[in-house]
């Protein structure tokens, strides 16, 4: 077996280094010596070493099965080797070369990847487990030592007109964390542009993000992508009209309900769809890269496997499900789909990202002439927390429209009359004339919190707890945040610190305003 020399490990631009990456750096690397399995270790390296990681090598040995096999294949040896005593040495040299054999085979394989791994600088760890092959790299991917798995769309056993292996699918499937599927074993990633595929989903965002780091560090051509079907649409109201009665025909008003489609839903999809590609533009130019968006419209899938061959793509990341997923499933179907046919790489994303609520919300959400005239009465002071408030609600509900009903409605489940919300809020509101709005934000949803961030603030001292917690919660009200992160309650612990020292400066931690206490919050 030979492997290519590693590529330089370096990114394309200096300034990358200085850029928080979202890229895993534990990699575990599937190996058995074919060409595409080469290709993922050296793509792995090139990845891997721009972000400082490190790399474990796996090969999986079916010592087992191949010990069963041959019990199995006794009864057909030829009658010289059936006598007992030649058959219980032809048993003892066949274990023996299976033992030593096969770890001596995967031996080889570890070697040559170390040597690779360390000429690019890299620590190199092995994994040899003996099992079934799929099987055991999904333990692997279970054990939380690695954040992704890179391997060969097809191995050693690939017959003639191939599209993926058994073993590449399985791991695929069932894998929880991210997966790098090489198809190309003669091409790198970087050699043509990175496409990302967006359905509005958490993952397909995730994704994103994944593809505009990868695109900064080789320098490469980042496209996005947002596929929606109208066709579907038709054949679907074509295949109604032809089996509902005259009778049936006018109780559903068919004819009212396909001119409704033709002109609401289909321009609907295509807003829907163009606004992901609006707020990926959006969080592109925020990390500096160029992003080149496309609406395509077909079967998803299909429009996208087009576009990869138009455009020569070295790579596509996607979510491995998407929008409409349920919590059970484990690849979404075009995933499914584009893992068997992508004429490139292929990075199925696990890792979620939500962008903030205010990019989705300008790309997405509108407001009627009613309700702009009704945020318009709440005291600007507060208008950004009501409006983001109000915003979170309409999203939560998938309207993409905010009408003065709405923002009744969500006032009526804040702060319903005659309980909840808070007594200042409500008698401003009522001196102010403002009306409802004002209300609302007296008990806009609170934002929710990171494992991380939750056990950030259990480690600070708890007299200042819960004046931190308020605080976090504030500034992600503030934001448009829907979670509090590690990051968010590292901020508020450093603002926390500097009140201390300003309140101490003056001579007291606590101040009061208005004849009641004003808590300053640190902590550590």
């Known amino acids: 077996m030979t492997l290519a020399p590693a590529p330089p490990t370096s990114v394309a631009d ?7 990456s979202c890229l895993p750096k534990r990699f575990l690397v599937a190996l058995d010596a074919s060409d595409h399995a080469n290709r993922a270790l050296m793509e792995a390296i090139k990845l891997c070493g721009s972000v400082g990681g490190a790399i474990t090598g796996i090969h999986v040995y079916a010592a087992k099965l191949h010990d069963r ?44 990847a170390g040597r690779v791994c360390a000429e ?15 099987r055991r790299i999904v333990e692997a991917a279970e054990s939380g030592e690695f954040d992704l798995i890179a391997l060969g769309a097809l191995g050693l056993g690939a017959a003639p007109g191939s599209a993926i292996g058994s073993v590449c699918e399985r791991v695929a499937r069932r894998s929880p964390i991210d997966v790098l599927v090489v198809r190309e074993p003669d091409r790198a990633i970087g050699a043509g542009p990175i496409v990302v595929g967006l359905d509005g989903s958490p993952r397909s965002f995730g994704a994103l993000r994944t593809a505009l780091d990868i695109g900064r560090r080789l320098g490469a051509e980042v496209h996005a992508v947002a596929a929606f079907d109208p ?7 074509n295949k109604i009209a032809g089996v509902l009665s005259d009778e049936a025909s006018r109780l559903f008003r068919f004819k009212e309900q396909e001119r409704l489609h033709e002109e609401l839903i289909d321009d609907g999809l295509a807003k ?51 929008t409409h997923a349920d919590p059970g499933l484990d690849i979404g179907g075009n995933a499914e789909n584009l893992l068997r046919m992508a004429p490139c790489h292929v990075w199925l994303g696990q890792v979620p990202y939500s962008p903030a609520l205010d990019i989705v919300a300008e790309e997405t959400i509108g407001w009627s002439k009613e309700a702009e005239a009704k945020m318009e009465r709440v005291p600007e002071t507060a208008r950004k927390m009501v409006r983001m408030a109000i915003l979170r609600f309409a999203q939560q509900r998938g309207h993409t429209v905010v009408t003065a009903a709405l923002i009744d409605e969500a006032t009526e489940r804040f702060c319903p009359a005659g309980r909840g919300g ?37 480690r600070v001292p ?7 917690r308020r605080r976090a919660e504030a500034a992600a009200l503030e934001a448009g945040t829907a979670e509090i992160t590690l990051e968010a309650m590292e901020a508020a612990i450093a603002e926390g610190r500097l009140a201390m020292k300003q309140t101490m400066r003056s001579g007291g931690h606590r101040s009061r305003r208005g004849g009641k206490e004003r808590d300053h919050g640190a902590g550590g």
């Open 14 to 20: 200096p300034a990358v280094e200085q850029t928080a």
């Open 69 to 112: 096999r041959f019990r199995q294949m006794e009864g057909g040896l030829p009658d010289r080797y059936r006598e007992e005593k030649t058959l219980e040495s032809q048993r003892e040299i066949h274990d023996d070369l299976i033992t030593r054999g096969l770890n001596i085979v995967s031996d080889s394989y570890h070697d040559h």
């Open 120 to 134: 690019a600088g890299l620590p190199y760890g092995r994994r040899s487990p003996e099992g079934k092959n799929y």
């Open 231 to 237: 066709y579907y649409h038709y054949a679907a109201f």
């Open 272 to 322: 829907i769809y163009q606004a992901h590609l609006d707020v990926a533009r959006t969080i592109a130019a925020e990390e500096g890269v160029a992003l080149v968006c496309t609406l395509l419209t077909g079967r998803a899938y299909r429009a996208i496997l087009e576009y990869l061959q138009r455009v020569g793509a070295s790579l596509l990341v996607i979510g491995k499900t998407g």
């Open 422 to 458: 808070s007594k200042a809020a409500g008698r401003m509101a009522h001196s102010e004339g403002v009306g409802d709005p004002a209300v609302a934000a007296c008990a806009a949803p609170e934002p929710g919190w990171s494992a991380a961030a939750l056990a950030r603030l259990a």
């Open 462 to 468: 708890e007299p200042v707890r819960p004046a931190l």
